[in-house]
Nanobody, 124 residues
Framework: QVQLVESGGGLVQAGGSLRLSCAAS????????MGWFRQAPGKDREFVTT????????VYADSVKGRFTISRDNAKNTVFLQMNSLKPEDTAVYYC?????????????????WGQGTQVTVSS
């Protein structure tokens, strides 16, 4: 059974940084793409960033490009999201996700499993 467990959320002031982690278990981690999505209050869940199974390919939403960095450690079955220069509009529940193949996942329909989510709140 695949499990994704996020950690690292919290409250931060605008301009600050947070690092999210997602620990995966239940299958061969390096064979599958990983991604982060987020859902703000009253809004649909949206794509944030994704990384291929090998880590060679990354894709970012325009809203976070240049501020967020996704990475993975396949030896530790963990994916990370480094978030810098945070803005109040980044406030959301952040979900870790894994795809069905090694190809990057940019749409919810490509997601195979979801984590439980972690709250990120950015104060102005």
């Amino acid at each position: 059974q695949v499990q994704l467990v996020e950690s690292g959320g919290g409250l931060v002031q605008a301009g600050g940084s947070l690092r999210l982690s997602c620990a995966a278990s239940g299958r061969t981690f390096s064979s599958y793409a990983m991604g982060w999505f987020r859902q703000a209050p009253g809004k649909d869940r949206e794509f944030v960033t994704t990384i291929s199974g090998s880590g060679a390919t990354t894709v970012y939403a325009d809203s976070v490009k240049g501020r967020f960095t996704i990475s993975r450690d396949n030896a530790k079955n963990t994916v990370f999201l480094q978030m810098n220069s945070l803005k109040p509009e980044d406030t959301a529940v952040y979900y870790c996700a894994t795809g069905r193949t090694t190809a990057p996942i940019t749409r919810e329909r490509a997601v195979d499993y979801w984590g439980q989510g972690t709250q990120v709140t950015v104060s102005s």
